[in-house]
C-alpha cells in the first residue's frame, strides 16, 4: 500500500545528501564519465586551496561524482554515483555559495552488469546548457534526483565543507525505487534548510507546505522536520493525503484520503542506508482528530500508528486509538482501538476493540430471523470486532468476527445475545424500494450466532446454541433464499403481530388452531431447527426440526396456556404469513398471522389437542387448505387418534392409517382397524337403549364421523367394512362385513356373511345369551329389519307368551322363569316395539314341543308385544337393555303348524290371544286339523279353543270359515 512510502518518502531529502556523504570512489574531479571513461572537462571551481574565491562565479556547471562497486563475479567497476548541474554558481563570501536552478542524479549502486547499463549517463558530446535538461528528464523515470531553484551552501562551498544548506523557490525531490521501477516518489516544498556535519546531513527542516507523492497518493501538510542519523521524520500540522492503496471496502476506486490536525512522526526500524531507504521499514504515528475517508467509508481516531515493511503491500499493520469510529454504508462502528493488518500473502484483516465496542448496522435487522425486527441494528460487545477481508474484490465474501459477550437490539425493540457472531458479507443486488434496480447493496449473506445464542422481538423469540443464517445469491445477484439453522438444543416461538388476529371460527379445540391457529406457535428439538423463506417475504416459510421435536400452539389472550401439542423426532411445516391491515387507537397496523399450509412428523408422532384429539404414529401428514390430518404406522404397533367430545367421552381409533377430515369432521382408518368408540347398544330392535355405550370395533377400515363443536355427542356416525367385529360392554357382539350406525337418525346397517349379532340379557342376576343371524340387518327408529334367511334366538318369561296359553294350567305349577326362543326365517325378521313378524317359512320354537315348550311353522309369523308402562305414568321409556319378549297375541298364516303337549293343529291360520284365553285355527278351503289334549277333533274349517276356565276348557269347531278380510 502506497501510505508507508509516502511518508518515509520524506526521508529521501536527506538520502540525496547522505549519497554525496558517503563517497566510495576516487575525490571529486571535473571530468565527465561514461561506463568508466575519460570525459573532457567542465567549468567547476576548485575544490580546495588558500586562494581567494569571493566573487568567483560559473554558468552551466556540470560536476560528475564517481564511486565504484563490485558486480556479478567480483568485478570491481567505477560508475556516476551523483550527477549535479546547475545554471549558475556564484561565490558570495568566502563561506557562502549561492547556487541556481541545481538539478542531481542519483544513480543506484549497481549489483549487477545489467544494473550498471541502466545508469543515467551524460553523452560526452553534449553541451553544458543541455545537461540539466537531460537530468530533469531522467529524474523519477530512471533514477531518484533532486532540484531546487536556490541553493544556499553556508561554511563551505561543496558538501564536504558546508555546515547548512538552504534551499528556497521551491524544492523537488524525485524517489525512484531501483528493485521496484513502478515505486516513485515526489516530494515538493516551498523551501528547506538541512545542516550538514563534515558531508553528512544531520537534520533538515521546513516551516511551510510540503506534499509528498507517488503513483499510489499524496501527503501533504505543515512543518517538515527530520533527523538523518535516526530517520526520524516529522511534519507537524494540517495532515492531509490521498491514498490510492488503501481499501477501506469502497469498490469505487476512489482513493482514500488522510487528515489529521498532527503532528504525523516516522520512524524507521533502523537508519537508512544506501539502498533500504527506499525500502523502508519502521513505524509512523499521526495524533489529534485523525480521519481516513474512503467513498461512503471512513475510520476515525485520535491516535494513528502505522507500522511498515518491505515489498507490497507496504503497510504490515495500522492502529487507530481515542475514540475510534468506523462508518461504512452498512453503518457505524465505535470503540476504544482499531487495528489494521496484512500479513505477507494474506488478505487484510481491520480489528476493532475496546470495552465496549458498539455498532449500529443500517436496515439488517431484517437479517434477524423469525422475530419480526426492523430498522436498524444495534450491536455491543465486551470483546471486539474483526474484519477480514476488507481488500477483497466486490465479488467475493468478507467476513466479520464479534465476540465474546455480543448483544444486538434493533429500534422496535428486538434483541439477541450471543457469544460470538460471525457475519459473511458479500455484494448483491439491491431489494430495497429506495435502491436502484442496478445498484447492490453489502448484505450479510451467512451469520453465525454461537455460545448461548437467545432472540426476542415482536413477532417471535428464539433460543439455541448456535444459529447458522445463509442467503442463496442467484447469478445475476438476485436473493432468491433465505435458510436459518438453529442447533443445540433450540426453541423458536412465533407471536402474532401486537394488533392481534381474528380466530377463524370460535372453537379452540382443532387441529387446526394447532398447527393454523392465531396463538404463539413454538417450535422445539434436541438437534436442529432449519428455517427456509423468501428473502422478500412474498412466498411461503419452510422449516424443519430434528430430533425430540416438539410443537405447541398457545392461546392467544394466554400466552402460557397450551392449546395443542405435536410430537416427533423429525417435523416439516410450511407456513404462510398473512397480513391484513387492522385500525384501532393508536392507528392502523398490521396484522400477522402465521398458519400451517402443510406439515409432515415422522418417527414417534404424538399429537394432542386437549379436551379433544389425542393422535400418536410413526407419520403425521397434514394438509391445511384442505384441513385433512393423516397419521400412518405401518408395521408394529398401529396409529391411534383418540377423540374427545363434549360431555369427555373418548372415541379412539387405532389403525396403519388414520386421516382425520377436519372440515367434515371425519375419521377414516384403514389397513386393519382397531375402534373403541361410545355409542347405543347395537341389539335387534324394540327396546334397545339410547345410552351410549363403549363399543370395540375391529374391521379393515372404519370411518367415524364427529359432531360439530357445541352440538353434544362426539360421535354421530359409524362406518366400519372389511371381516368386522363390534363388542359392547353390555356384552353385545356382531360380526359382519360392514357395519354403518347412524345415531342422529337411529339407524344402524349391518351387512355380512352372514351377519352374527350377539347380545347377552341379564335377568335377577343370569346372563342370557341372545343371537341373531342374518346376512343384512337394517335398524332405523326402534325397528329393525333383517334380511333371510334369518336365525336368532330370544328369551321370554314362561308366563309371558301367548302360545302357551294352552298350557296355562301346567305353567301355573311352575315358577315363572325366562325361557329361550328361536325363530327362523328364510325371507325376513321385523322386530319393533309393538310386534315381531317373520316371513318365510318361519320356525318359532321353544323348549321340547313333546314335553314343555312349542314349535310354530308358518309363511308368516306376526307376535304382538305387550307396550311396558312407567311406573308414573310418564310415556314409555326404552329400556337400558333390550326387554323380554311379552306375547299377548300371535297370528301365523300360510301352512300353520302348532305343536305342543296339550295342543296340535294345522292349517292356514291360527291365532292365539293371551287376554282372552281363545285359540283360534281355520282353514280357507278345507278343513282345519286339531289334537287337544291327545284327542284328534273331528276335521272342521274352524276351531276356537276357550280356555278363561282352566277347569273346563271348551272346543267349539264351525263348518264356515271367517272371511278373509274380517281377520
Known sequence: ????????????????????????????????????????????????????????????????????ATIDEGEEVPYGALLVWCARFDAITDDRFRVEDVRVIMNDKPLTREDLGKHVVIPPQTRPEHIGDLLSGAMGRRASGIRAATALFEGGRDLETASKISMQGGVTVHLRDPRDPDRKGKIECESMQVELDHGRIVQGSTEGPVSITTADGVIRGRGLSFVTETGVLRIDHDISGALKDLQLGDRTGLPASLTAKGPLLYRPKSAPDNREALRPVGSFEVENDVVIEQGAYAIGGQKLKVRTRKGRPAIESLDLEGAVTVTAPEGVFAGGLVTWTQADGERARLVLSGAPVKATLKDAARALPGIGAQGDLDLST????????????????????????????????????????????????????????ADTELYPVKVVLDGRVRGQGSTGSFSCGKLEYERTIATDGRPTRDRVTLSQGPVLR?????????????????????????????????????????????????????????????????????????????????????????LDAVGVRVKTTRRARRA????????????????????????????????????????????????????????????????????????????TVKMPTIAYGGGRSKESVETEVRAAAV?????????????????????????????????????????????????????RLDFVRVENGKLLKEWVIAPSMV?????????????????????????????????????????????????????????LQARGPAVITQ?????????????????????????????TKRFAALRALDVTRAVVKGAVSFVSPELEGKGDVIEFDRDEKVITLYRHRGNAALLWQGQWQIPRPRFDLHLRDPDNPRVISTLSPPDRGNR
Open 1 to 68: 500500500m502506497a501510505l508507508a512510502l509516502l511518508i518515509a518518502a520524506g526521508g529521501g531529502i536527506a538520502l540525496v545528501f547522505v549519497l554525496t556523504a558517503k563517497d566510495e570512489g576516487p575525490p571529486p574531479d571535473l571530468q565527465r564519465q561514461r561506463g568508466g571513461s575519460e570525459m573532457p572537462s567542465v567549468v567547476r571551481p576548485p575544490s580546495s586551496g588558500p586562494l581567494e574565491v569571493a566573487g568567483a562565479h560559473g554558468t552551466n556547471v556540470f560536476t560528475p561524482r564517481s564511486a565504484t
Open 382 to 437: 465486551d470483546g471486539e470486532i474483526v474484519f477480514d477481508g476488507v481488500d477483497l474484490p466486490e465479488g467475493e465474501e468478507r467476513k466479520i468476527s464479534i465476540g465474546p459477550a455480543v448483544t444486538m437490539t434493533s429500534h422496535d425493540g428486538a434483541r439477541v445475545d450471543a457469544r460470538s457472531v460471525q457475519i459473511s458479507l458479500r455484494h448483491v443486488a439491491s431489494n430495497r424500494a429506495d435502491k436502484p434496480a
Open 494 to 582: 412465533y407471536l402474532p403481530s401486537s394488533a392481534g388476529a381474528d380466530a377463524e371460527d370460535g372453537d379452540t379445540g382443532r387441529v387446526r388452531d394447532l398447527l393454523s391457529g392465531n396463538g404463539p406457535l413454538q417450535l422445539r428439538a434436541e438437534n436442529t431447527i432449519t428455517v427456509a423463506l423468501d428473502p422478500l417475504r412474498t412466498g411461503p416459510i419452510e422449516a424443519e426440526a430434528r430430533g425430540a421435536v416438539r410443537m405447541q400452539r398457545f392461546d392467544p389472550e394466554d400466552p402460557d396456556l397450551e392449546r395443542g401439542r405435536l410430537g416427533a423426532e423429525e417435523i416439516d411445516l410450511v407456513l404462510v404469513e398473512r397480513f391484513a391491515p387492522d
Open 600 to 675: 409432515a412428523a415422522r418417527r414417534d408422532v404424538r399429537l394432542w389437542v386437549p379436551d379433544r384429539i389425542e393422535g400418536q404414529g410413526d407419520v403425521l401428514i397434514w394438509d391445511g387448505d384442505a384441513g385433512d390430518l393423516r397419521l400412518m404406522r405401518p408395521v408394529a404397533k398401529p396409529a391411534l387418534v383418540v377423540v374427545t367430545d363434549g360431555e369427555g367421552r373418548k372415541q379412539t381409533l387405532r389403525a396403519p392409517s388414520l386421516l382425520y377430515r377436519q372440515a367434515t369432521r371425519v375419521v377414516e382408518a384403514t389397513g386393519g382397524v382397531l375402534a
Open 703 to 755: 370411518t367415524a364421523w364427529l359432531n360439530t363443536p357445541g352440538q353434544g355427542s362426539g360421535l354421530v356416525e359409524l362406518l366400519a367394512q372389511g371381516d368386522v367385529t363390534a363388542k359392547q360392554e353390555s356384552g353385545a357382539g356382531i360380526g359382519c362385513d360392514l357395519l354403518r350406525v347412524d345415531l342422529i337418525r337411529d339407524e344402524t346397517v349391518v351387512r355380512g356373511r352372514p351377519a
Open 779 to 835: 335398524s332405523a327408529n326402534g325397528e329393525a329389519m333383517l334380511g333371510g334367511p334369518v336365525q336368532a334366538r330370544l328369551h321370554s318369561s314362561s308366563k309371558g307368551l301367548a302360545m302357551k296359553v294352552a298350557g296355562e294350567r301346567r305353567e301355573a305349577a311352575r315358577p315363572n322363569t325366562m325361557i329361550s326362543i328361536d325363530i327362523v326365517a328364510e325371507q325376513d325378521l321385523c322386530l319393533s316395539e309393538a310386534r
Open 847 to 875: 323348549g321340547d314341543p313333546s314335553e314343555d315348550g312349542f314349535r310354530l311353522n308358518g309363511e308368516r309369523i306376526v307376535l304382538f308385544l305387550k307396550k311396558p308402562e312407567s311406573d308414573d305414568g310418564s310415556p
